[in-house]
């Protein structure tokens, strides 16, 4: 489940699904999709075959078309594939491998918050509202139904946790005071402009996207700095895909995402504990999720690389 070019490039730093890596430049970064997955923040002991490449393939999909769309948007996406000069210097089987689960990026500050934007109640917020009627220190109308829909998208930020721990949800106060307002302010209103974006597009197709989770950063080279979108974006790992033609309020949803694994963890007693192997039936049910949200999304059936 590692991507074998740590012989020939600095490791920068090995996430729960990325590798991520130094090139010559200095001041670009080779992403690297492994097929790891997490669920509760817990890495399974087995891959999901071709995981990373579908979540390479979508990310690509979503910051080509993002940027067609959103004037101004500053994402860190430069290329897919493995550059030439590392091409020349791996061996011709590595280099196959890699080379769908690749992405060249810009080399940016990383801002210490997770971004996520609910436009459905389901998942801990759902669990947060039955509670005591809020998310994230946000107050909802009273009455609102498991999966439905919100009477506006909401920006709901944790704390981006170390490899190992637990990001944690806080306020958008909160994470005012990790970043600075004015930050928050502008990762606030991309968040949700990019959001509402996508899940127009994504209804279009037959998918709603109850949630998603953004990352981003900041070009210090700009003047002035500009906030980017960064790492993957909207992807089953990240998002809650779930299909439209069977939704329905007050249970939970048919989904092309990593909620089949939860569910399985749920159901047997796993969540959050470490070691656990997924049975291939587990895997394998994942992964065609993961392929029917390419599917429906870019229009193009999946084809596993060689």
Excluded at 106 to 114: A, D, H, Q, S
Aim: charged content about 25%.
């Amino acid at each position: 489940m590692h991507t074998e070019l740590d012989n020939y490039l600095p490791l920068v730093t090995s996430g729960k699904v990325r590798e991520i890596y130094e090139l010559q430049d200095k001041t670009t970064l080779l992403f690297v999709a492994t097929d790891r997955i997490s669920a509760y923040d817990v890495i399974m002991r087995n891959a999901v075959d071709q995981k990373g490449v579908i979540l390479t393939q979508i990310s690509k999909f979503w910051f080509d078309f993002l940027q067609s769309k959103i004037s101004g948007l500053h994402t860190h996406y430069l290329s897919l594939g493995l550059p030439p000069d590392v091409q020349g210097r791996v061996p011709p089987a590595i280099a196959s491998r890699l080379q769908s689960r690749s992405m060249v990026v810009k080399r940016l500050k990383v801002f210490p918050i997770e971004s996520i934007v609910r436009g459905y109640i389901t998942g801990s917020a759902w669990n947060s509202y039955q509670t005591d009627g809020t998310v994230c220190g946000i107050t909802l109308p009273l009455g609102l139904q498991e999966s439905e829909m919100l009477p506006q998208p909401l920006w709901t930020p944790s704390t981006k946790a170390e490899m190992g721990g637990k990001d944690e949800n806080i306020s958008p106060a909160e994470a005012a005071k990790i970043v600075g307002k004015e930050y928050a302010d502008q990762i606030e209103a991309l968040s949700l402009q990019v959001y509402e974006t996508a899940n127009t597009y994504a209804a279009e197709c037959g998918i709603i996207i109850a949630d998603t989770k953004f990352e981003f950063g900041l070009d210090e080279s700009a003047t002035p700095p500009n906030v980017v979108l960064i790492d993957e974006v909207l992807t089953p790992d990240s998002s809650r895909f779930w299909n439209a033609a069977t939704y329905e309020v007050g249970r939970i949803q048919d989904s092309y995402d990593k909620q089949y694994l939860r569910d399985w963890l749920l159901k047997n007693r796993l969540k959050g504990k470490e070691g656990v192997e997924m049975p291939s039936d587990v895997a394998i049910n994942t992964i065609e999720r993961y392929k029917e949200a390419y599917h429906t999304l870019t229009g193009k059936i999946f084809d596993q690389p060689a």
